[in-house]
């Protein structure tokens, strides 16, 4: 099938990604967006880029499609992040990065020569200190970052210093802290049975307080 990027409003972009994507909600801004369309001018498939997300990387040269969205026709995903990236070094840029989930190939990526960076580990959450947000779905999930580059583009930080940003601890209800585990399970929410007992009767009182005359 012949397909055809074009250029998209944020507008257009973000309504076919509230359609399609299968864990996001639509990003609050981006630098371009692209759509992808068939041989009979209907559009396939959307991506979005805009500012890296992850403020180690937000250096002025580098972008990150945020979000791609397509209805599963094939190669969609190959094309968009193909043209995503022409597209970034044509207006300047020296980086482009993106992520995937834990269990997503990564085959649309490689397709189009890009490159694995780095394997991060699950987030307890997306609230941080230096940036309160609330959770979007994607918490407690390994991610995988991908990149191309320019011949002169400055080197990444070091993973280490993106890992600074995400917690390494969450807290329990009574306010002591609890380990983000090594491996994949999800971490407890409280850090003994007691805590988690006082918790639930905590909660069984409050919501007998709230039925009652």
Not at 178 to 190: F, S, T
């Amino acid at each position: 099938m012949s397909l055809t990027i074009v250029p998209l409003t944020l507008a257009d972009a973000a309504e076919v990604v509230d359609r399609w994507h299968r864990h996001h909600k639509r990003p609050q801004g981006h630098r371009f967006s692209l759509g992808v369309l068939d041989m009979d001018g209907h559009l396939r498939g959307v991506a979005i880029t805009g500012r890296p997300v992850a403020r180690a990387l937000d250096n002025g040269w580098t972008v990150e499609v945020t979000r791609v969205a397509t209805d599963g026709t094939p190669n969609a995903c190959s094309a968009l992040y193909g043209a995503a990236w022409r597209t970034a070094r044509e207006w300047g840029f020296t980086r482009i990065i993106t992520y995937t989930q834990d269990g997503e190939s990564g085959a649309s990526l490689r397709a189009v020569q890009w490159r694995q960076v780095a394997e991060l580990r699950p987030r307890t959450g997306w609230d941080t200190p230096s940036r309160p947000r609330a959770g979007r779905g994607t918490d407690r999930v390994a991610r995988t970052l991908w990149e191309q580059t320019t011949k002169d583009a400055p080197p990444l930080p070091p993973i280490s210093v993106l890992r600074d940003e995400i917690r390494d601890e969450i807290r329990c209800a009574c306010g002591r802290p609890i380990p983000l585990p090594r491996g994949r399970g999800r971490p407890p929410r409280y850090c003994t049975r007691a805590c988690q007992q006082r918790a639930y009767r905590g909660r069984t009182a409050e919501a007998a307080r709230e039925v009652a005359p």
